[in-house]
């Protein structure tokens, strides 16, 4: 729900009693992203526009937000059970917000461990347990950690900016591709 704020109606009339509720998104962020859509265990599709992400139900045509970004997200991973999502945002206060797409509560918002923003995320390990991510730094520092725990596992420099990562499940390897890359 959405409330007025700081309202400056004409004639200064009081601020609206009534909520409004955002129902339905149209169009999605696609023109600067790689990888921006994808398929839950639940059937519905996830993808972004500015700083919500949308699962939308084909078979309803209804949508949920999850709305508990301040900029624009700027890439999002599903997890190996097709549940758990890895948003990532820049702005002021970059964020990483790991979060299950059928309650849409936050589980851990690992932003604190960065200080500069993103570009790109993948989880990782045999079980998901792991989270790489690419840096928006000079450098694209790329991180891996265990996300629960929030234990760095390493920090690399790629000084590659990537379109799209892949960390794959069952190994400690990972690949991208980007711009003279693939």
């Known amino acids: 729900m959405f409330k007025a704020i700081g309202w400056l ?27 921006n859509a994808r398929i839950l265990r639940t059937g519905e599709v996830i993808y972004t526009a500015g700083c919500i992400a949308i699962v939308s139900s084909n078979s309803t045509r209804k949508q949920r937000h999850f709305m508990q970004h301040h900029s624009a997200i700027v890439s999002f991973t599903v997890h190996p059970d097709n549940s758990t999502i890895c948003s990532l945002s820049n702005g002021e206060q970059p964020s990483i917000l790991i979060w299950d797409s059928i309650t849409m509560e936050v589980s851990h918002n690992l932003g604190h461990l960065f200080t500069t923003g993103f570009t790109t995320v993948s989880f990782g390990g045999p079980r998901g ?54």
């Open 9 to 35: 109606g004409e004639d200064k009339a009081p601020m609206p009693l009534e909520m409004i509720e955002l129902d339905h998104i149209f169009g999605y962020q696609g023109s600067d992203r790689k990888c």
């Open 129 to 182: 347990e792991n989270l790489l991510v690419i840096g928006d730094d000079d450098l694209h520092t790329m991180t891996a950690l265990e996300w629960n725990t929030e234990m760095e596992l390493i920090s690399k420099y790629t000084q590659v900016s990537p379109l799209d990562l892949l960390f794959p499940f069952a190994s400690g390897d990972s690949a991208n591709d980007g711009i003279q890359r693939f």
